[in-house]
């Protein structure tokens, strides 16, 4: 079966510019996470949808990203305007539902903000 | 809050050898422990968990760990790694009780494998 797909695999913007991250997650997997890793670092959870709610963004800086999965399945998260310190990979990961299931995890997308 | 503590940010070990990748967690309430893998470039892959049950977990790979409640650990071992487990190892936890369940990791251990 497919895996967690993202896009784009690399990125590079200035500061204050806008940025988007696509996830694609496995089908029929009803939780989908969004993960943000620096460098040397665990990740750390951003946001965790079930279906298309939301079910935890108390670590999502609010001010500057968002994210949305309108129809329950494709996700996009977006940071406008960029800093310096959101360089990191941003890790799509998604599970069957909430409840003892494993979360695949997506190739990641690297973002360098310069 | 809970939290996870991974002790050695890198851990060298000869081939053949065995190897330990020590985690200690901290939580007010149950959790749910996770090993992840992490090669080169690429997402996480699980590699074992403990939800209940027995204390001691076998995964891939060879791996297994053991959940000490009394010490709040969940150390990793392979009796004999290989060249090709070279990775960062994550430690992860996330609740049991229900609500938000997203996972709360280490800062990773770096195994390197020496010839």
């Known amino acids: 079966e497919a895996g967690v797909a993202q896009s784009p695999r690399y990125k590079i913007i200035e500061k204050r510019q806008s940025v988007a991250f696509w996830c694609n997650p496995i089908?029929?997997?009803?939780?989908l996470y969004w993960y943000q890793q620096i460098l040397g670092q665990g990740p750390k959870l951003l946001i965790q949808f079930q279906n298309n709610g939301v079910v935890d963004d108390s670590q999502l800086p609010k001010d500057r990203f968002s994210a949305e999965r309108l129809k329950g399945v494709d996700s996009t998260l977006k940071i406008q305007p960029a800093k310096l310190e959101d360089s990191a990979v941003y890790l799509c990961a998604s599970s069957l539902n909430r409840v003892n299931t494993e979360a695949f995890f997506g190739q990641g997308t690297r973002l360098t903000v310069v | 809050a809970q939290s996870v503590t991974q002790l050695d940010s890198q851990v060298p070990v000869f081939e053949e050898a065995p190897v330990e990748l020590r985690c200690n967690y901290s939580s007010s309430v149950s959790v749910y422990l996770f090993w992840y893998v992490q090669y080169p470039n690429q997402g996480l892959q699980l590699l074992l968990k403990?939800?209940?049950?027995?204390?001691l977990v076998k995964g891939i790979n060879g791996f297994e760990a053991e959940f000490n409640k009394s010490q709040t650990s969940f150390h990793l071992r392979k009796p004999s790694v290989h060249i090709s487990d070279t990775a960062e190892y994550f430690c992860a936890v996330s609740l049991s009780g229900g609500g938000a369940d997203g996972l709360t990791f280490g800062k990773g251990t770096h195994l390197i494998i020496q010839p």
């Open positions: 403990y939800l209940s049950g027995s204390t």
């Open positions: 089908s029929g997997h009803a939780t």
